[in-house]
């Protein structure tokens, strides 16, 4: 079971750090995402890394803004967002899969969060 928080409004240029709480199992043990759905928009992925953690993907919009950490003590995985722009609003939701690879699909992922709402002021 996935739980996220750290969602809210923000304005242009500042940082925001989402959080997803794993229960139920180890978050080292899986390859975790984030994706995210903007309004009348599919849910695309922002960031994946496989289970290892020895890959880890990244959409291009995001490349050098966004970071992916795992912190295998709290068995929390975050979402560190920096220079935030208007057309980062979206819901954001994380994802998990067993001893997964870093898969950009929905469909690689059978644990999902509730999402959380990100919303970007310019």
């Known amino acids: 079971q996935l739980e996220e928080s750290g969602g809210g409004t923000v304005q242009a240029g500042v940082s925001l750090t989402l959080s997803c709480a794993a229960s139920g199992g180890s978050v080292k043990n899986y390859a975790v995402a984030w994706f995210r759905q903007g309004p009348g928009m599919e849910r695309t992925l922002v960031t994946a890394t496989n289970w290892k953690g020895s890959v880890t993907e990244y959409a291009d919009s995001v490349k050098g803004r966004f970071t992916l950490l795992r912190d295998t003590a709290k068995n929390t995985f975050y979402l560190q967002m920096n220079s935030l722009k208007p057309e980062d609003t979206a819901v954001y939701y994380c994802?998990?899969?067993?001893?997964?690879?870093?898969?950009?699909?929905?469909?690689?992922?059978?644990?999902w969060g509730q999402g959380t709402q990100v919303t970007v002021s310019s």
């Open positions: 994802a998990a899969n067993f001893g997964g690879d870093a898969t950009r699909t929905i469909r690689g992922y059978e644990s």
